[in-house]
T-cell receptor, first 112, second 118 residues
Framework: AQSVSQHNHHVILSEAASLELGCNYS??????LFWYVQYPGQHLQLLLK??????LVKGIKGFEAEFIKSKFSFNLRKPSVQWSDTAEYFC??????????FGTGTRLQVFP | GAGVSQSPRYKVTKRGQDVALRCDPI?????LYWYRQALGQGPEFLTY????????KSGLPNDRFSAERPEGSISTLTIQRTEQRDSAMYRC????????????????FGPGTRLTVT
């Protein structure tokens, strides 16, 4: 079965800093990959997804992620973070039947 | 439109009691999923339904856990004889397409039910 690793458990940044959160999945073949975000007090929301095609996908709020098949990676990036990006970020891979396998999450704190 | 709703939002129960957690998916969504999220972890798959049919219950931890979706809409996750290790956030998600078919659909999550077993 698939597994997902998020190596950064807690990231602290100042506003305007660049962000990159790592995500690796365990094995290859056709994969569908997702990044979800949970803002404080809110439910999980989809940031972006990769199914096929261009490996650089753009999501909401200026986020993007790059699928690198050779590295089994799907890292999340944002050139300049804002205080409002403070949240927990989860990477997920779709398994057979559409169930999602999530990583343990990365807590991002952005200070003004 | 209305999103996925879950009730109750918070549930505190004593060890040994049964609990029922409810999920009301987005209207018209055919697939429904249950996940459990322990503190400091990501959501973990429990089970899912296409319409009223339970397609995969491989993630249910043991036979104290069961789920149903009798009319293909609202779903109930029941935990019998609760134990302290059952304490977690229970999340429900729905999607408009049939799970398992080629072409994945986004899953829309509800706010979750925070279960605490004392």
């Amino acid at each position: 079965a698939q597994s997902v690793s998020q190596h950064n458990h807690h990231v602290i940044l100042s506003e305007a800093a660049s962000l990159e959160l790592g995500c690796n999945y365990s094995y290859g073949g056709t994969v569908n990959l997702f990044w979800y975000v949970q803002y404080p007090g809110q439910h999980l929301q989809l940031l972006l997804k990769y199914f096929s095609g261009d490996p650089l996908v753009k999501g909401i709020k200026g986020f993007e992620a790059e699928f690198i098949k050779s590295k089994f990676s799907f890292n999340l990036r944002k050139p300049s973070v804002q205080w409002s990006d403070t949240a927990e970020y989860f990477c997920a891979v779709r398994e057979r039947g559409d169930k999602l396998i999530f990583g343990t999450g990365t807590r991002l704190q952005v200070f003004p | 439109g209305a999103g996925v709703s879950q009730s109750p939002r918070y549930k505190v129960t004593k060890r040994g009691q049964d609990v029922a957690l409810r999920c009301d998916p987005i209207s018209g969504h055919v697939s429904l999923y249950w996940y459990r999220q322990a503190l400091g972890q990501g959501p973990e798959f429990l089970t899912y339904f296409n319409y009223e049919a339970q397609q995969d219950k491989s993630g249910l931890p043991n036979d104290r856990f069961s789920a149903e979706r009798p009319e293909g809409s609202i779903s109930t996750l029941t935990i019998q004889r609760t134990e302290q290790r059952d304490s977690a956030m229970y999340r429900c998600a729905s999607s408009p397409g049939l799970a398992g078919l080629i072409g994945s659909y986004e899953q829309y999550f509800g706010p979750g039910t925070r279960l605490t077993v004392t």
